[in-house]
């Protein structure tokens, strides 16, 4: 049976991961898959966490079943963090949340109950996204429409074509958004900017379904939820997918959940039975275990404010790093400007180099960078920015 299989190739950035660990060489740098390292290269477990593991470790008294929409408290949490506690549409029953696994998984949950409901609906991703939105999306049913985003010649968002292409997005389609930090480019949308798209989409009466895997990590928890909560404030319905990955550095576990927010209280109840139903089907149940310890973190003063000053370190070292590289590299052979480096939020950047001088870095230099030149910010620390720096600056010499 299974000679009939094509072969496929693995998806870009977790083959650099692979090709990366392979690679013998000492001196080499990973600035590819978007996992937070600390100043030691490491990517530790957080404190708030190991924390929280010794009291579910005390607590826990039976591994059964949890249910397919996860934990009940965590999925409280999870919409507080991201709406804010007081916003109006919590206790309004319009809103729907149940944990997934991982962003990943939430992302087709999402996606499983949006073609459900409208099985033509087109889905549109800016142009650049992260590579496996299409793969992942695009399996659920969705047919893919783009519009632009991120102009690599200015170096940032290009406002006027994004919001010219929404402005012709028909009723019923879906447009994918970036809740912070984008994923490629950093080039993060304005509050001002999101009040726009909010209103373009209550114009044009399409859904906006947002990304949010970085929440913390840009400008801090509660600025990087503006977009999320200005459009749950002012739309009839929204689906929100969000990420323990990075803010809690909980990668491994896949705690995610899948938030929408319907037009009343019935709409919500039948999207909770639908998003149930696909749940069961694809996966049955969510992981338990890092659901439970964001549940224990966010629940208890003590541990999640330990928990919000750990990530507002991770925060603040990701900038530094931007500001260090920046400053580095600019002065170069060709003259290249890396100064958007420094305005851009969350873990990455693109540093905009041809694909020849990535080649060169890699196999010369052992330095792993993604082919569209995003860089992971957090794998650059005080022992390799010299060796990074002068090899980039060593390249772009010709
Ligand atoms: C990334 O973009 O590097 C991360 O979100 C990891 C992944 O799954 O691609």
């Known amino acids: 049976m299974f000679e009939s299989l094509k072969p496929v190739g693995?998806?870009?950035?977790?083959?650099?991961?692979?090709?990366?660990?392979?690679?013998?060489?000492?001196?080499?740098?990973?600035?590819?898959?978007?996992?937070?390292?600390?100043?030691?290269?490491?990517?530790?477990?957080?404190?708030?966490?190991?924390?929280?593991?010794?009291?579910?470790?005390?607590?826990?008294?039976?591994?059964?079943?949890?249910?397919?929409?996860?934990?009940?408290e965590y999925n409280k949490h999870m919409l507080a963090l991201l709406l804010g506690a007081n916003h109006s549409v919590i206790g309004s029953g319009r809103t729907t949340s149940i944990q997934a696994p991982g962003g990943s998984g939430a992302l087709r949950v999402g996606a499983e109950v949006i073609t459900r409901a409208r099985p033509n609906a087109k889905l549109w991703v800016g142009v650049p996204t992260w590579p496996n939105h299409v793969p992942l999306l695009g399996s659920a049913g969705f047919e893919i429409k783009e519009y632009p985003y991120y102009d690599m010649e200015t170096r940032q968002i290009n406002a006027d074509l994004m919001m010219e292409t929404l402005r012709s997005v028909p009723a019923g389609d879906v447009v994918l958004l970036h809740g912070c930090c984008h994923n490629p480019t950093g080039a993060d949308l304005t509050n001002a900017q999101w009040d726009e798209i909010t209103e373009i989409a209550l114009e044009r009466g399409f859904l906006p379904f947002i990304d949010t895997a970085y929440q913390g990590l840009g400008d801090g928890l509660e600025e990087d939820a503006y977009g999320m909560r200005v459009m749950a404030e002012k739309l009839p319905e929204l689906v929100i997918a969000s990420s323990c990955s990075k803010n809690f550095g909980l990668y491994r576990e896949r705690t995610g959940s899948i938030t929408f927010v319907t037009k009343n209280a019935d709409d919500a109840k039948l999207v909770l039975g639908q998003a149930m139903s696909v749940a069961r089907q694809m996966y049955s149940m969510p992981p338990a275990h890092g659901a439970l310890l964001v549940s224990l973190i966010l629940g208890d003063e003590e541990l999640r404010s330990e928990w919000t000053t750990e990530l507002e370190e991770v925060r603040l070292r990701i900038l530094s790093m931007r500001t260090l590289l920046a400053d580095s590299i600019q002065d170069n052979a060709l003259g290249m400007d890396f100064s958007h480096i420094k305005r851009q939020k969350g873990m990455f950047s693109f540093l905009g180099v041809k694909p020849e001088h990535l080649v060169r870095l890699r196999e010369e230099f052992g330095i792993y960078i993604v082919s569209s030149t995003r860089i992971n910010l957090a794998g650059i620390n005080s022992s390799n920015i010299k060796y990074l720096s002068d090899s980039i600056r060593t390249v772009l010499n010709g």
């Open 10 to 72: 693995l998806d870009p950035i977790l083959s650099l991961m692979i090709a990366f660990r392979e690679d013998p060489r000492t001196t080499k740098v990973d600035l590819g898959v978007g996992v937070y390292m600390d100043d030691r290269g490491r990517t530790p477990v957080m404190n708030a966490v190991k924390r929280a593991e010794t009291k579910l470790m005390a607590l826990e008294n039976t591994k059964s079943y949890q249910g397919i929409g996860g934990d009940a």
